[in-house]
């Protein structure tokens, strides 16, 4: 099980104590996911669901406007936090992926949004299965980069290119490795699940000046720097940022399938 261990986001990573700016760079600067997401399921208003690693409640938000029970089940003290804060309608745990704090064949979908790919599949495929319903969905989500960003932003990687942790390469490709779909796909095929579903939806993100600074404060790697190193590092950041307003072209990436019905 690798629940935020350390976590990583697409080269985002997230050592395991991180200072109080880190969420709330993170809860700024992270672009949120489009409501038909939530579609995707097919469920009920009253449908019973659950947000894996929900973090400050990015997608948890998008839940609770739509379904009567959502359960969010967050590792980390410090998300868990921000997410009871900010999203009081939904029941919010401490959990992970592999010890799922709800019983057996007690909720109707579970969704992941950007942490699927660091669980221990097998263990968390067999958890789906118990907490799952007979034909409950598991959707899984990422935002990835897609298409021309403004000039800033190469300017920023270029910045940053000589500090940077030599495990991600710049520009960063959000769907190779781990964020691989043959990686993280084999084990549902291998598991009682329906064979899996894919569509793609145009997520833009607008972002103020500080907003693109917290984007960038997020990353677990500069968050971790000595206090001092940090501030430097985002001042730096923030002098290569001429515009009040931005718009990130992000692309969010959906897979979805069934658990089959019980004989």
């Avoid at 991180?18 to 709330?24: C, F, S, T």
């Avoid at 699927?116 to 907490?131: C, G, I, S």
């Avoid at 290119?161 to 490709?173: H, N, R, S, T, V």
Wanted: charged share 25%; hydrophobic share 45%; with cysteine.
């Amino acid at each position: 099980m690798r629940d935020r261990v350390p976590v990583d986001d697409g080269g985002l990573m997230t050592p395991d104590v991180m200072p109080d700016q880190w969420y709330e760079d993170y809860e700024r600067g992270r672009p949120e996911y489009p409501a038909a997401v939530c579609d995707l399921a097919g469920l009920a208003p009253t449908a019973t669901v659950l947000d894996l690693a929900a973090g400050t409640g990015k997608f948890t938000r998008q839940l609770v406007s739509r379904f009567e029970r959502v359960v969010a089940v967050e590792p980390d003290d410090g998300m868990r936090r921000m997410l009871a804060a900010g999203c009081p309608e939904a029941e919010v745990l401490d959990g992970s992926a592999d010890r799922l704090p709800v019983a057996d064949e007690s909720v109707d979908a579970i969704f992941v949004a950007q942490a699927f790919h660091w669980f221990d599949n097998a263990a968390t495929l067999a958890e789906f299965a118990r907490v799952l319903r007979p034909g409950g969905t598991v959707v899984v989500t990422w935002n990835v980069a897609d298409g021309q960003v403004t000039p800033e932003i190469p300017a920023i990687e270029e910045l940053l290119a000589p500090i940077w942790p030599e495990d991600f390469g710049l520009p960063l490709d959000m769907m190779s490795g781990d964020w691989s779909p043959t990686c993280w796909q084999l084990p549902f095929a291998r598991a009682t699940f329906s064979p899996i579903r894919t569509a793609q939806l145009p997520n833009p993100q607008s972002l103020d000046r500080e907003g693109l600074a917290a984007f960038f404060g997020s990353m677990g790697w500069i968050a971790n720097l000595p206090e001092m190193e940090r501030d430097r590092l985002l001042a730096a950041i923030r002098s290569k940022l001429a515009f009040d307003h931005y718009l990130l072209p992000w692309q969010t990436r959906l897979q979805w399938t069934r658990l089959a019905r019980r004989v």
